[in-house]
């Protein structure tokens, strides 16, 4: 796409993060306030903020799409300010929607899967421009860097964004709900537009094989590609035991290890200040060693990756462990150890998919990204709902709730540990391939 323009510096890295954390801002809104609102103020069942956000991750399987729409403009920046403006219609729509299911329910709830269904789109269409340009744009050593710059600025999104939106909703009523998130959802778009504006100069459209631009045509080449197929398949089980935990890590907490809702909470921030502590630790490993050949960068990110994902089979082990026989090691050093494992293998997949997607048919980069990130959406959309239904099951046929815990936190291993060998085999083609675009192995 921008062949000639130079690197980005640090500077430029930061920038493209203010894009992350301006989408971060809007989400969180939607997953964390409005979430809240619906089941505390409203009284509503909780299955109807969670089958909406299921929802806006399903909508997420149209990423490869929306890749392809930027693969044949050849920019990338009008999908991410599109996808951008989008996602702040849905944010605002959102708000609207819960103001109205106070007084007409179904009018509201037909409102909120509208507005929930313009947020997929809005974030698939401008995460995927967003991965691809940080890409294009930043040199190989310095890509792990990137990518914890860029999650760590979706994180302080995700803070700065509770934080205030929580004081100016004091006290809260409907119509402030909506005018707070569409102040949120202004400012995270104009601050979206303004760190994109300039990075990719003058562009020139991309020719993908002469005149075919068909999308079809375009992901049946990539889904031929053996390493992106086995790296979405790594991307879903991976993922998919990452956000499992994230609905049973708090009952297990209370129900077996007897912690209060403020402790359990408390629980929840050890384990992410871990996995900002493992994408830290990558960072700066990766960037220790920036002057190595390309077949070390490699191996390296196949290390950090299998043994992130090895680590955190274990970390979920011990959780499992402790179900049935009592803590192994005390369960907070447990969670922190499994937060820093996930952030590890977390932050180096992200660096693998900014440096695997300019590799295969020329051409592709939105296609074969937005696949990835379809498979991560996908994942995360059904890692809650497998293990709570795995959950249920296994307390109706287990008579101790520590064992049917513990069952969870054995099948997570097991994904953990199926990631691992995954990663193994996609990484496997690069550690001989420091290669220019389409020099991998030919598609079977």
Excluded at 87 to 92: D, I, P, S, T
Excluded at 184 to 194: F, H, P, S
Excluded at 299 to 323: F, K, V, Y
Excluded at 405 to 434: D, H, I, K, N
């Amino acid at each position: 796409m921008t062949a000639n323009a130079p690197s980005l510096g640090w500077l430029g890295i930061i920038r493209l993060g203010l894009v992350q954390a301006a989408l971060g801002a809007v989400v969180v809104m939607t997953t964390s306030v409005m979430n809240r609102v619906m089941v505390v103020e409203l009284a509503l069942p909780a299955l109807l903020p969670g089958a909406l956000v299921a929802w806006h991750y399903l909508v997420q399987v149209l990423r490869p799409r929306l890749g392809h729409g930027s693969d044949i403009g050849g920019r990338r920046t009008p999908w991410i300010i599109g996808g951008m403006a989008l996602l702040a219609l849905g944010g605002v729509g959102a708000a609207i929607s819960v103001a109205l299911m106070a007084h007409h329910l179904w009018s509201g709830i037909v409102l909120a899967v509208l507005s929930f269904t313009a947020l997929g789109l809005g974030v698939g269409a401008a995460g995927t421009s967003l991965l691809v340009l940080l890409s294009n744009r930043v040199a190989i050593e310095r890509r792990p860097a990137a990518a914890t710059i860029v999650w760590l600025m979706m994180f302080a999104g995700f803070v700065i964004t509770t934080i205030g939106a929580g004081s100016l909703l004091a006290p809260y009523g409907p119509s402030r709900l909506i005018e707070v998130t569409a102040l949120v959802a202004g400012l995270a778009l104009l601050i979206a537009a303004l760190a994109v504006r300039g990075m990719e100069g003058g562009a020139a459209p991309i020719t993908i094989h002469g005149t075919e631009t068909s999308f079809l045509k375009g992901l049946r080449e990539v889904w031929r590609e053996r390493q992106s197929r086995r790296f979405a398949l790594f991307v879903f089980a991976a993922m998919l035991a990452y956000s499992a935990q994230e609905l049973i890590l708090d009952p297990f907490a209370g129900a077996v290890m007897a912690l209060t809702p403020g402790q359990s909470t408390q629980l929840s921030g050890v384990q992410h200040g871990g996995a900002l502590l493992g994408m830290i630790l990558v960072a700066l490993a990766s960037q220790a060693l920036r002057n190595r050949a390309g077949l070390a960068r490699f191996a390296q990110m196949r290390l950090w990756t299998m043994g992130g994902c090895a680590a955190s089979a274990i970390a979920a082990l011990l959780l499992a462990a402790s179900a049935f026989s009592g803590p192994i090691l005390p369960l907070r050093q447990t969670v922190f150890a499994l937060g820093i494992a996930n952030g590890a293998f977390s932050v180096a997949a992200i660096g693998a998919m900014m440096q695997m997607v300019a590799h295969g048919t020329a051409g592709r980069e939105g296609v074969r990204m937005g696949i990835w990130g379809a498979a991560q959406a996908v994942a995360f959309g059904c890692g809650g709902l497998c293990a709570t239904a795995l959950s249920d099951a296994a307390h109706l046929l287990l008579t101790s709730q520590a064992q049917a815990y513990g069952v969870v936190f054995a099948a997570e291993a097991c994904a953990f540990l199926f990631a691992a060998t995954l990663a193994a085999q996609v990484f496997r083609p690069l550690q001989s391939a420091s290669a220019p675009r389409g020099a991998w192995p030919a598609p079977t």
